[in-house]
């Protein structure tokens, strides 16, 4: 019995959609380069038209007490704790499109399900951060 059920659990896993795995530094390439500039510093070929400077996003960490704040800049980015888009803060509410399928992720043991290319941005900033 116990094999019938290992292997109806085996095919059962093999007939699962196959996730993508999303590359966190193509996402930031095609979605946050052009104001944030392609290393991040925020000198990007449309900041000098906007009304506020973008952040340099090499020292998020460096801001915030030498800790990477994954919250907060996945917030940031999806735009949950932002107003109005087009107002003080002229980045746009990357939440209000698409980004991609839900994966589970874990915060202090509780299961919170995230979009995975906000994820996998998240992910990229953090490994792109300079120590001051």
Same mark, same amino acid.
Request: proline residues 8%; charged residues 25%.
């Given at each position: 019995m116990r094999y019938i059920i290992l292997g109806l659990g085996l095919a059962l896993a093999a007939c699962a959609p196959? =996730?993508?795995q999303i590359d966190g530094e193509a996402a930031f390439m095609a979605q946050c380069s052009g104001c944030h500039g392609r290393d991040g510093r925020g000198a990007g *070929? !449309?900041?000098a038209g906007l009304p506020k400077a973008p952040a340099d996003l090499t020292t998020i960490s460096a801001r915030n007490g030498g800790t990477f704040p994954e919250a907060k800049? !996945?917030? =940031?980015?999806?735009?949950?704790?932002?107003?109005?888009?087009?107002?003080?803060? *002229?980045m746009p509410h990357f939440g209000d499109g698409d980004l991609g399928p839900v994966v589970m992720t874990e915060d202090d043991g509780n299961p919170v399900p995230v979009p995975a290319e906000l994820l996998a941005l998240s992910n990229y900033l953090r490994l792109i951060q300079r120590q001051p």
């Open positions: 196959e =996730q993508k *070929p !449309m900041a800049v !996945m917030s =940031q980015i999806d735009g949950f704790n932002r107003g109005k888009h087009g107002g003080a803060d *002229p």
